[in-house]
């Protein structure tokens, strides 16, 4: 079965560095999202990306983060300035068209650890 | 933000019977939920939906059941086997885009 992957699966940083999150969503998947789970915490949504738009995201989105689709496959997070707080598990998803009953198709994440 | 709230954050079942997890939610704009599953180092993996429109979606062992008007749903599992145990995400949305998780229900299935 065709499934999402994201590169690295651990990412250990300095707090103020720069760190790019890779995802290669399904390949006729055309809605990209990502995802973080702060330790003990739920899953939030941060952002979702369609035809080369943030098409929604939420206010922990904020002007560090952004998203691009630079290639055919990939889809990357990248944190401009990394916080103590950016800490967390960041999943990627991807779904083949929007819509309410759309399942998404989540990555086995990457664990950031910002030190 | 607690728009999506699961308040049993374990439970333990014998292999062979249900296992019922629930789900509150607070927003009524919510009109579409699913139940994710997650094992440790993987991603969570969709396990069944339910349109507010209905009150039931069966789908093999597993069953969702929602009650708009207590804004509650659950999911029963029947019978459990040791394979289930995972924690559980109730997930609601009201766009397109976004999934409002719950904090997730860690099932023991236990022989």
């Known amino acids: 079965e065709p499934e999402v992957t994201q590169t690295p699966s651990h990412q250990v940083t300095q707090m103020g560095q720069e760190v790019i999150l890779r995802c290669v969503p399904i390949?006729?998947?055309?809605?990209f999202y990502w995802y973080r789970q702060i330790l003990g915490q739920k899953v939030e949504f941060l952002v979702s990306?369609?035809?080369?738009?943030?098409?929604?995201k939420s206010e922990i989105f904020d002007d560090q983060f952004s998203v691009e689709r630079p290639d055919g496959s990939n889809f990357t997070l990248k944190i401009r300035s990394t916080k103590l707080e950016d800490s967390a598990m960041y999943f990627c998803?991807?779904?083949?068209?929007?819509?309410?009953?759309?399942?998404?198709?989540f990555g086995s994440g990457t664990q950031l650890s910002v030190l | 933000d607690q728009q999506v709230k699961q308040n049993s954050p374990s439970l333990s079942v014998q292999e062979g019977r249900i296992s019922i997890l629930n789900c509150d939610y607070t927003?009524?704009?919510?009109?579409?939920f699913l139940w994710y599953k997650k094992y440790p180092a993987e991603g969570p993996t969709f396990l069944i939906s339910?349109?507010?429109?209905?009150d039931k979606n069966e789908d093999g062992r597993f069953t969702v059941f929602l009650n708009k008007s207590a804004k509650h749903l659950s999911l029963h599992i029947v019978p459990s086997q040791p394979g289930d145990s995972a924690v559980y995400f109730c997930?609601?949305?009201?766009?397109?885009?976004?999934?409002?998780f719950g904090t997730g229900t860690r099932l023991q299935v236990t022989l």
């Open positions: 998803a991807s779904t083949p068209r929007a819509g309410y009953g759309e399942k998404l198709f």
């Open positions: 390949s006729n998947h055309l809605y």
């Open positions: 990306f369609y035809n080369n738009e943030i098409s929604e």
């Open positions: 927003n009524s704009m919510f009109d579409y």
């Open positions: 339910i349109s507010s429109i209905k």
């Open positions: 997930a609601a949305r009201y766009t397109a885009s976004k999934l409002t």
